[in-house]
């Protein structure tokens, strides 16, 4: 399995946008698919995007629009474009890796960073 760290959260004004990346090791990258999960305080974990190995993209509802996912192979890397954001996009937010994209999306993944604080507020 990889392991992964996450990076670029961060506090932003309603409106504003981030960027989070999450760099992987220890396997190949080329053959993960990938995730973005978010957990809001008092709530459970919810998928927010994922992208396969193929790079086909799935977005929750409530970030189609505003959120990209995307992947870098050659760096081993996968960010998530926050744009537009909204206080209630205010969670920690987890980067998820699998070899199959079902564990990835229903988040049974093996490999899981620590989190990156999001916070949206004015």
């Known amino acids: 399995q990889v392991q992964l760290v996450e990076s670029g959260g961060g506090l932003m004004q309603p409106g504003g946008s981030l960027r989070l990346s999450c760099t992987a090791s220890?396997?190949?990258?080329?053959?993960?698919?990938m995730g973005w999960w978010s957990q809001a305080p008092g709530k459970e974990r919810e998928l927010v995007a994922a992208?396969?190995?193929?790079?086909?993209?799935k977005y929750d509802d409530s970030v189609k629009g505003r959120f990209t996912i995307s992947r870098d192979n050659s760096a081993n890397t996968v960010h998530l474009q926050m744009n537009n954001l909204k206080p209630s996009d205010t969670a920690v937010y987890y980067c998820?890796?699998?070899?199959?994209?079902?564990?990835?999306?229903?988040?049974?993944?093996?490999?899981w960073g620590q989190g990156t604080q999001v916070t949206v507020s004015s």
């Open positions: 998820t890796g699998d070899r199959s994209l079902l564990a990835v999306v229903i988040g049974t993944g093996d490999s």
């Open positions: 220890g396997d190949d990258f080329s053959l993960y698919n």
């Open positions: 992208i396969a190995v193929g790079g086909s993209t």
